[in-house]
């Protein structure tokens, strides 16, 4: 008995340390395994998309904090063009200050088509600002990010925005002579920080000349799809928002517009 008590204790204490060594080993391995960072998943450059010959451009410019639903809400209207025949169809891509992954408000990694400097970067026919978490602060201060706004804004045919989006587009002065809306409890801070600009509350899409904005949110699907009824006509338009389990009828969203270029 006193052989196999023995034996026993010897495989009891053996196991014990051997699980101790594997704990051990595996608290070391963990330590060393690096914090998964923007860097660590960059790639470089830009991977850029495929285009379709006579399409509409649209760039979607992302930041860091780039809310998911004022990006994907309007990104997927537009996206869904592609399976629509006889109208001309939209080719929809990203584009960062670099290369580097965004990192949206809620957390998911982007991996930007293209950056700013992107040699490759098509001609923009329609710009769509989505909010981010700094739309109404530090990002303003990016100089390189308003000129770029400024000159992309200068030869597009649309420039549209989504809740705080506005803010941008005032910065680089894409507003000016124009009328627009944001995020409605932002509305006020918009009018404080551009007295000169008109600035609308109560409405979710406002349309001025080639400049189209919308209050954001959920309803960033109401400012993209006022976006395809005025490219493509109501039918398409409802047809669109069908895709998507969407019911739209233009005469329920409240919206104004100014001018109709």
Same mark, same amino acid.
């Given at each position: 008995?006193?052989?196999?008590?023995?034996?026993?204790?010897?495989?009891?204490?053996?196991?014990?340390?051997?699980?101790?060594?594997?704990?051990?080993?595996?608290? /070391?391995?963990?330590? =060393? $395994?690096?914090? #998964?960072?923007? *860097?660590?998943?960059?790639? @470089?450059?830009?991977? !850029?998309?495929? &285009?379709?010959?006579?399409?509409?451009?649209?760039?979607?410019?992302?930041?860091?904090?780039?809310y998911n639903t004022e990006l994907?809400?309007?990104?997927?209207?537009?996206?869904?063009?592609?399976?629509?025949?006889? /109208?001309?169809?939209? =080719? $929809?891509?990203? #584009?960062?200050? *670099?290369?580097?992954?965004? @990192?949206?408000?809620? !957390?998911?990694? &982007?991996?930007?088509?293209?950056?700013?400097?992107?040699?490759?970067?098509?001609?923009?026919?329609?710009?769509?600002?989505?909010?981010?978490?700094?739309?109404?602060?530090?990002?303003?201060?990016?100089?390189?990010? /308003?000129?770029?706004?400024?000159?992309?804004?200068?030869?597009? *045919?649309?420039?549209?925005?989504?809740?705080?989006?506005?803010?941008? &587009?005032?910065?680089?002065?894409?507003?000016?002579?124009?009328?627009?809306?944001?995020?409605?409890?932002?509305?006020?801070?918009?009018?404080?920080?551009?007295?000169?600009?008109?600035?609308?509350?109560?409405?979710?899409?406002?349309?001025?000349?080639?400049?189209?904005?919308?209050?954001?949110?959920?309803?960033?699907?109401?400012?993209?799809?006022?976006?395809?009824?005025?490219?493509?006509?109501?039918?398409?338009?409802r047809r669109l928002a069908q895709?998507?389990v969407i019911d739209w009828d233009?005469?329920?969203?409240?919206?104004?517009?100014?001018?109709?270029?």
């Open positions: 008995m006193s052989y196999y008590y023995n034996t026993m204790m010897i495989n009891k204490y053996v196991g014990a340390g051997y699980a101790l060594v594997i704990t051990c080993i595996g608290l /070391i391995a963990c330590q =060393n $395994v690096p914090e #998964v960072t923007k *860097d660590a998943i960059d790639p @470089k450059p830009c991977m !850029g998309v495929e &285009l379709m010959g006579d399409a509409y451009n649209v760039a979607f410019l992302i930041m860091d904090g780039v994907t809400a309007p990104y997927d209207i537009f996206h869904h063009t592609r399976y629509r025949d006889g /109208i001309v169809r939209m =080719n $929809v891509f990203t #584009v960062a200050l *670099d290369c580097r992954a965004v @990192k949206t408000f809620e !957390g998911m990694y &982007l991996l930007p088509a293209y950056s700013m400097d992107s040699e490759d970067l098509p001609e923009i026919d329609i710009l769509v600002i989505p909010s981010a978490e700094n739309h109404m602060g530090s990002d303003l201060d990016d100089q390189r990010m /308003i000129q770029w706004v400024q000159d992309v804004a200068a030869q597009a *045919d649309y420039i549209t925005s989504h809740c705080d989006g506005a803010f941008v &587009l005032a910065e680089a002065g894409v507003l000016d002579g124009h009328e627009s809306t944001t995020f409605p409890s932002d509305v006020a801070a918009m009018r404080d920080r551009y007295p000169e600009l008109t600035v609308h509350d109560s409405v979710l899409v406002v349309h001025d000349g080639k400049v189209i904005t919308s209050a954001g949110g959920a309803r960033s699907f109401d400012g993209a799809l006022y976006v395809a009824e005025l490219l493509y006509g109501a039918d398409v338009a895709g998507l233009l005469s329920t969203v409240p919206h104004l517009v100014i001018r109709d270029e």
